[in-house]
Every structure is written in C-alpha cells, then in structure tokens.
C-alpha cells in the first residue's frame, strides 16, 4: 500500500471509506446499518472517535473522521470493521435474507484468498484515508459525502436521507452526534 494513503498525523482530520468486498449492496437493509451506526456510536464513547460527517451507501460507508484521545485512527477503524463483521455475519445467518447464501459465501471466498482471516472478510482491505490539507478539499469532500444519496438517486435532497450526517449540517438533528467542521 502507498505511503500517501496512510493516517500520519495523528492529529489530523480525514476522509475515509470504507467498502463491502466485492462491493456488496449489504445495507440495503436497515438491521445492517443499525450495526454500523451502534459501532460508531461505541467507538465515539469508548474509543475517541471523532465523527465530522457520515454517510453509509448501499455496499460503503464515507465518513470525516479524527480522534480524541490514546487510540490512533488506524486502530479505531480496525476495531470497528472487525466488530461490525463478526456482527453483520451473525444477522446474516438470522436473517431471512433472501441473498443470505450468497453474501456468505461472498464472504467466505474473500477471506479464502488471505490467510491473516479465518472465516468471514466483510470489509476490503483499507479505507484511503486523505488527510485535509486545505478548505477547500474539506469543503469538496464534504459536499462529495452528502451528495452521494442525491447522485445516487436515493433521494432529491441530501438532507433527506436518513443514513447521513446532511441533515445535521441542515440545522437538524440526525441518528449520530457529529462534530461539524463548518
């Protein structure tokens, strides 16, 4: 992996995303995006996370994050896709989900390929964090995570959207606390 997409100032606020193997639509489906927003949540309590802005689209997730405290980002965000895996895997196999066989076996074939996981690889490999070296890259790649729905088709407003931190930068209160950059 490149020495540019990696969290070297630990101080530093960042871009990041992070993506379902083969691109999975998984949270087309609110109980596995009730998994990530709860994990968010704990990680702000507990672990120093600090959430600027948000948005999970149907197979990733965007968010503008920092931190608070001892932990570093890298680790944060390791703790959390381990986490929201073993949890997403669980409810899989609960679930009634009719595409329940596949996404395992999507799941399955992935972590057959590297031999640091043992069952399940729900997430790829990374999340390119780009560090905001400027406002006008903070600002782009802000309007970037709230227009992803509107882009999409999802909705006709951003702030319409309810797994996005728009409608918090609207004058509202959405499903996480953020600590907005503007």
């Not at 120093?48 to 503008?64: D, Q, R």
């Amino acid at each position: 992996m490149s020495k540019k997409y990696k969290f070297h100032n630990p101080d530093g606020i960042y871009f990041i995303t992070l993506t379902i193997t083969d691109w999975v639509d998984l949270f087309t489906k609110p109980e596995y995006s009730n998994i990530v927003l709860n994990s968010l949540k704990f990680c702000q309590e507990n672990k120093g996370l600090v959430l600027h802005a948000w948005c999970i689209m149907p197979s990733h997730l965007h968010l503008i994050v920092s931190r608070n405290g001892n932990k570093s980002l890298s680790e944060i965000i390791r703790d959390f896709k381990r986490f929201t895996s073993i949890e997403i895997v669980k409810n899989i196999n609960k679930s009634n989900d009719s595409r329940k066989n596949w996404m395992i076996d999507r799941f399955k074939v992935s972590a057959e390929k590297i031999k640091r996981v043992q069952h399940f690889k729900v997430w790829q490999d990374g999340n390119h964090p780009v560090e905001f070296d400027s406002n006008e890259l903070l600002d782009q790649r802000l309007e970037y995570t709230h227009q992803n729905p509107v882009k999409s088709f999802f909705v006709w407003e951003a702030e319409d959207y309810v797994y996005s931190s728009a409608i918090d930068y609207a004058g509202e209160k959405g499903l996480l606390d953020i600590d907005p950059i503007n």
